[in-house]
């Protein structure tokens, strides 16, 4: 069974930068499409980024702050969080995608981590 583990949350301020962490077991990343979403208290989880098989996809309000990576070796997906701002702060997830789709829609991905908190002050 595959299980997404997420590390690398925190707290800055703005303008700061964080690196996220989806480590997987059992399965190898590479072979599917991955996803990072985050949901803020009150609001709908969204789509953050997206890679698969070397293509990447984002939220228009993360383009050219944020960056989806991959590292097949140690079988991790990332995210790159550069000048965040408060309105980043969110629990950010990351999974599999299980059904063919928009890669922002949740409900097309699956095998969620439990998430890794980010906070961001201003």
């Known amino acids: 069974q595959v299980q997404l583990v997420e590390s690398g949350g925190g707290s800055v301020q703005a303008g700061g930068s964080l690196r996220l962490s989806c480590a997987a077991s059992?399965?190898?990343?590479?072979?599917?499409?991955m996803g990072w979403f985050r949901q803020a208290p009150g609001k709908e989880r969204e789509g953050v980024a997206a890679?698969?098989?070397?293509?990447?996809d984002y939220v228009n309000s993360v383009k050219g702050r944020f960056t989806i990576s991959q590292d097949t070796a140690k079988n991790t997906v990332y995210l790159h969080m550069n000048s965040l701002n408060p309105e980043d702060t969110a629990m950010y997830y990351c999974?599999?995608?299980?059904?063919?789709?928009?890669?922002?829609?949740?409900?097309?991905?699956?095998?969620w981590g439990q998430g890794t908190q980010v906070t961001v002050s201003s």
């Open positions: 999974a599999a995608q299980i059904h063919s789709g928009r890669w922002s829609y949740p409900g097309n991905f699956g095998y």
């Open positions: 890679i698969c098989g070397g293509s990447t």
């Open positions: 059992a399965y190898p990343l590479s072979s599917v499409c």
